[in-house]
């Protein structure tokens, strides 16, 4: 899958992905996962994990980056992610890793 093909969700469209997806849960993101023909992605970040408008952009970025950076190993469906209170603190390999690491284990949970 290339990156051009990842899209972004508006969580106001998709608020049946709390309730229906699969959670998965990593050090520093808590990961729903739907599955669905097209790849879509939402990050949730809110002001309890980082007060300044700064920061929560800065970790929408990161995450954004490393989903594209990871296209060819995404399973098909929608993913949202719920960064923890860690993610602002840890050096950005820590969060790459961790986030890949919850990618594998969506796709292995699948039996892709």
């Known amino acids: ?16 992905l709390f309730l229906v997806g699969k959670k998965f849960y990593g ?8 599955p669905a023909p097209s790849t879509g992605f939402a990050t949730l970040v809110s002001k309890k ?12 970025r990161r995450v954004a980056y490393l989903l ?4 060819a190993s995404l399973t098909s469906g929608n993913y949202l992610l719920l960064p923890k209170n860690t993610v602002l603190k840890s050096q950005f390999s820590e969060i790459s890793s961790d986030l890949s ?3 594998d284990r969506i796709s292995k949970s699948l039996g892709v």
């Open 1 to 16: 899958m290339s990156p051009t093909q990842i899209k972004r969700l508006s969580l106001k469209k998709n608020k049946d």
């Open 101 to 103: 690491t919850l990618i």
């Open 27 to 34: 050090t520093h993101f808590t990961v729903i996962f739907v």
């Open 49 to 60: 994990i980082a007060k300044l408008a700064v920061n929560r952009n800065k970790i929408r």
């Open 68 to 71: 594209r950076k990871n296209a």
